[in-house]
């Protein structure tokens, strides 16, 4: 068994994984057995296979929900001395956008018989094991197939019918992305600014493997999605082409893709493709080990910008991309934080895009998962839940070390909604920042025994969400089925209420904020930043619950703020939604934060 339950009680800190580049791309590569020996540059392993395993990832917020998942699962796997690499498609998450996609799928299948190679490179492993998620399940399955010698394929939830996916994830992400700025631009699959292009749609509509003639692999495992007719009709179909077939339930599956905030990684699943995989591996002799080298990688190069994924924080514990212009340098870093459990390059890329701007500038930056998001392992003794937490601010501290030895300061920080909040706190505890740009802050006083999840599910409504849901039958369906969760609901309402009240008051707390816990607090930390020398734009988007929530706090459109608290810069900005998912708006937060970063020359306030 797994028992990834007790990961909190590990004594051992999990390192990150091994970040290479190739293709245009980063992988993710986790060495089997791997241990660093004090003193000596290589990998030793005590029992290594010759078997790697290559996951092949789905898109859009599938592939954001997975990304603990597949971190958890890599280091199972590495236990059971067997490597794994997970990887991102050309045009997602922290890899390069191609100039073109008129070859089509091509592209993405071409990236992944690389990423297939390069795991081969970097294991030593001649055999390889595909496990394939989503839409990712079609494209292992259509790579196998071509490449051969593939030693095993697992699919978990797989898209039988590429076509039907793309239809079903359009009709999903209405649900997902509810109160988001729909992308005009295109008809198909969109999620912000990130869009699957049309070529490369165009060949996922024509994958269909319900209907395989030939199995790709001698041992195939599905993980199929309960109660749904189709995936079972194709468990019965894969016996019939005389290989290995096992089929379960894909156990908690609902759970896992149903909101990037509140995925729940799978544990069962991850049991069944361990046990699954240790035991295609034991089939093969085991593999006599040799040390070797760590794995090396080098920069992507992009137009005016140049990207290096890296490892730092102690242990190597963390997962993050440095984004530099290829020219001089202009001005601060910029220390992007992510959002929530969003992974690093943000939703629909929003952060990878701000970084990528901002260096064609000369501003560089750096983006990064905090520990127990996405890429980056939990801290041992770190509660599960770890948003709005003490934890995500020495996660910061070690980012502004590793900023420090190299040489980066000066440092705006900068985040949207909890990272947003954690941008403030940080520039109130931290003198060495230059520059705070908190974006769509929920609130900027978060009690102690706070409910979180209510927090986080509020913080991404707007205000005017509320009377429309009330009227919608949609919604009360949803309540119905217990989709909706209705305590948190009359939290936030309740919430908004006292609020209304307390803005009555505000005029004199603010003036006398000992008369309130809460304004006591806000009085603290913004005398804080004042004190600390640190400019300070806050950004909201117009009609964002947190511009109501600063209006309970400082006053209509926080003039009380500005007047009190060295004057800091407050931007509304018009036409966006929440996540900022328009170009238009990330666009303006870009301005902002460069306008601050630009302030600040290189190495103008280092320690």
């Known amino acids: 068994m797994v028992g990834l339950h007790e990961i909190k009680g590990k004594n051992a800190q999990i390192a990150a994984d091994y970040p ?53 699962l890599a280091v199972e796997l590495s236990k059971r001395g067997m490597a794994s690499m997970r990887f991102d498609y050309p045009g997602t998450g922290d890899a390069l956008d191609r100039a073109s996609y008129d070859a089509g799928l091509d592209i993405w299948l071409e990236t992944t018989r690389a990423a297939a190679e390069k795991l081969k490179a970097l294991s030593g492993a001649d055999r390889i094991l595909f496990v394939g998620h989503g839409i990712g399940g ?27 996916w793309l239809r079903e994830f359009v009709a999903l992400s209405r649900i997902a992305n509810q109160g988001s700025i729909p992308n005009t631009g295109t008809s198909g699959p969109s999620m912000g600014e990130q869009v699957i292009p049309e070529p490369v749609a165009a060949g996922l509509r024509k994958l269909n493997i319900a209907s395989g003639t030939k199995a790709p ?20 179909h894969i016996k019939t082409l005389g290989v290995n077939t096992r089929a379960l339930v894909f156990e908690g599956y609902d759970r896992f893709i149903r909101d990037v905030l509140f995925s729940v990684p799978p544990t069962s699943a991850i049991e069944t493709l361990v046990e699954w995989a240790a035991k295609i591996a034991s089939q093969a002799p085991k593999r ?12 992507l190069q992009g137009e005016g910008f140049r990207e290096m994924p ?81 934890g995500q601010l020495e996660d910061i501290d070690a980012a502004m070390q590793f900023l420090e030895e ?71 369906r949803r309540v119905l089925s217990g989709d909706v969760r209705v305590k948190n609901g009359i939290v936030n309402l309740w919430a908004m209420i006292v609020g209304k009240f307390v803005s009555f008051t505000t005029p004199l707390m603010v003036r006398f904020p000992f008369l309130s ?91």
């Open 20 to 72: 290479v580049t190739f293709a245009d791309t980063v992988g993710l590569f986790r060495p089997a057995d791997g241990q660093l020996v004090p003193g000596n540059s290589s990998l030793v392993g005590p029992e290594m296979t010759d078997t790697a395993v290559l996951f092949v990832g789905s898109w859009g917020f599938e592939e954001l929900c997975a990304r603990k998942f597949w971190q958890r």
């Open 138 to 164: 079609a494209i292992a399955w259509n790579v196998a197939e071509q490449s051969g010698g593939v030693a095993g394929l697992a699919l978990a939830a797989p898209a039988l019918s590429g076509r039907h």
């Open 217 to 236: 692999a001698a041992d195939i495992l599905l993980l199929q999605q309960e109660n749904r007719h189709a995936d079972m009709e194709f468990a019965e």
């Open 288 to 299: 006599v080990h040799e040390p070797f080298a760590l794995p090396t990688t080098a920069a």
């Open 310 to 390: 890296v490892r730092f924080g102690q242990d190597n514990r963390l997962y993050g991309v440095l984004s530099e212009p290829t020219g001089p340098r202009t001005g601060a870093t910029v220390l992007v934080l992510p959002t929530g459990y969003e992974r690093a390059s943000g939703w629909g890329r929003i952060s990878a895009k701000l970084c990528r701007d901002l260096a064609k500038s000369g501003v560089p930056s750096l983006r990064f998962d905090m520990a127990n998001i996405a890429d980056s392992p939990a801290v041992p003794g770190r509660p599960e839940q770890i948003i709005y937490g003490e």
């Open 406 to 476: 190299r040489r980066l300061f000066p440092v705006v920080v900068t985040g949207r909604c909890s990272g947003g909040w954690a941008a403030f706190q940080s520039g109130v505890r931290d003198r060495r920042f230059s520059g705070v740009v908190p974006v769509n802050v929920f609130d900027f006083y978060i009690p102690d025994d706070a409910d979180v999840e209510a927090l986080l599910i509020s913080s991404r409504q707007p205000l005017a969400s509320y009377g429309a849901k009330l009227m919608s039958s949609t919604f009360w």
């Open 517 to 607: 816990p809460r304004f006591a607090k806000l009085s603290q930390d913004f005398n804080a930043i004042v004190a600390n020398d640190t400019r300070m734009t806050i950004i909201f988007t117009e009609g964002d619950i947190g511009a109501a929530m600063l209006e309970t706090n400082f006053g209509p459109r926080g003039r009380l703020l500005t007047s009190r608290y060295g004057n800091p810069r407050i931007v509304y900005i018009a036409d966006a939604d929440h996540n900022l998912t328009t170009a238009e708006a990330r666009h303006a937060w870009a301005d902002e934060v460069r306008l601050i970063a630009l302030q600040f020359p290189p190495e103008s306030k280092a320690g």
